[in-house]
């Protein structure tokens, strides 16, 4: 059973729109959640992290949204680029536990 | 600052062999941790290390196992190797012993089971 979900596998935005990438989760337990940014043939890169005594974390173009009530939390671009062009994975805990990942959603970014 | 590199990038093992899988942590970094990501789907857990000690582990057999060594630096080995082992083994190193930090990843190594 998915902990974590990112519902959408791809989504296609126009360069210097808004992009919104969605997560859901089932385990209200979880209290820390962050988003990774992968380029093919590399690992995985740290974007943003946001704790459950917060529901909104900024850095940059990046913003992060968490909905602890609908256990929704999602990753908003803006404007996008298309060096943002990446699979995008969310990611949670519990307390010290290791992270559980989204399927992760690609992204395009179109010039 | 060198990043977490890994070892090899590709490889192609035949089912029931062994394979050692190898990752140089980032500079300054104690702590290093193993993923598993098979086609679709995210990086799966697999242990962490910190200090040479085994700090934690997902739901994988103990075919699945490590060393760190005194330069923080590691090894995953995996034995009896099945079909479904198929996937991209991430290393990531960190700062700290927390099991959810932040951490750096390499570009992993891209075993095929055959």
């Known amino acids: 059973d998915q902990q974590v979900k990112q519902n959408s596998p791809s989504l296609s935005v126009q360069e210097g729109r808004i992009s919104i990438l969605n997560c859901d989760y089932t385990n209200s337990m979880f209290d820390y959640f962050l988003w990774y940014k992968k380029y093919p043939a590399e690992g995985p890169t740290f974007l943003i992290s946001?704790?459950?005594?917060?529901d909104k974390n900024e850095d940059g173009r990046f913003t992060v949204f968490l909905n602890k009530s609908a256990k929704h939390l999602s990753l908003h671009i803006v404007p996008s680029q298309p060096g943002d062009s990446a699979v995008y994975f969310c990611?949670?805990?519990?307390?010290?536990?290791?992270?559980?990942f989204g399927k992760g959603t690609r992204l395009s970014v179109i010039a | 600052e060198t990043g977490v590199t890994q070892s090899p990038t590709h490889l192609i093992k035949t089912r029931g062999q062994q394979v050692t899988l190898r990752c140089s942590s980032q500079s300054g970094h104690n702590t290093v941790s193993w993923y598993q990501q098979a086609l679709g789907q995210g990086p799966q857990f697999i242990f962490q290390?910190?200090?040479?000690?085994?700090?934690g582990r997902g739901n994988f057999p103990p075919r699945f196992s490590g060393l760190q060594f005194p330069n923080y630096s590691s090894e995953l080995n995996v034995n009896a190797l099945e079909l479904d082992d198929s996937a991209l083994y991430l290393c990531?190193?960190?700062?700290?012993?927390?099991?959810?930090?932040?951490?750096?990843f390499g570009q992993g190594t891209r075993l095929t089971v055959v």
């Open positions: 946001i704790s459950s005594i917060k």
């Open positions: 990531a190193s960190s700062l700290t012993e927390r099991l959810n930090t932040e951490a750096f």
């Open positions: 290390y910190y200090r040479e000690e085994e700090n």
């Open positions: 990611a949670a805990s519990e307390r010290n536990t290791p992270l559980v």
